[in-house]
């Protein structure tokens, strides 16, 4: 059984940084993608970042770039998301997934077949 599980999250100023935890577990030995995705209330989840695990390659929204940086730790199976230069409209609830592939695009949800519980984000202004 896969389980994911986000911690990190909380509540700060615009300006400010978080770092996101994603703790994997489980039998995943053929996840070859992870990534960050968010939704705030009203609207649909939105992919914010991934990483290809084998290649190291990285993938981000235009609205996070330059601000937020996606990274692995294999030896800890803990996927980050450290972010920085935080606004109010970053708020939402942050999910992290894994995809059993290199999907195309590599922000579609369709693509990740296991998620976490996700952890709430606020910035306030």
């Known amino acids: 059984q896969v389980q994911l599980v986000e911690s990190g999250g909380g509540s700060v100023q615009a300006g400010g940084s978080l770092r996101l935890s994603c703790v994997v577990s489980?039998?995943?030995?053929?996840?070859?993608?992870m990534g960050w995705f968010r939704q705030a209330p009203g609207k649909e989840r939105e992919g914010v970042a991934a990483?290809?695990?084998?290649?190291?390659?990285?993938f981000y929204a235009d609205s996070v770039k330059g601000r937020f940086t996606i990274s692995r730790d294999n030896a800890k199976n803990t996927l980050y998301l450290q972010m920085d230069s935080l606004k109010p409209e970053d708020t939402a609830m942050y999910y992290c997934?894994?995809?059993?592939?290199?999907?195309?695009?590599?922000?579609?949800?369709?693509?990740?077949?296991?998620w976490g519980q996700g952890t709430q984000v606020t910035v306030s202004s």
């Open positions: 997934a894994v995809a059993p592939y290199y999907p195309s695009p590599p922000l579609g949800l369709t693509h990740y077949n296991y």
């Open positions: 990483i290809y695990i084998g290649e190291r390659r990285t």
């Open positions: 489980g039998d995943i030995y053929n996840a070859d993608c």
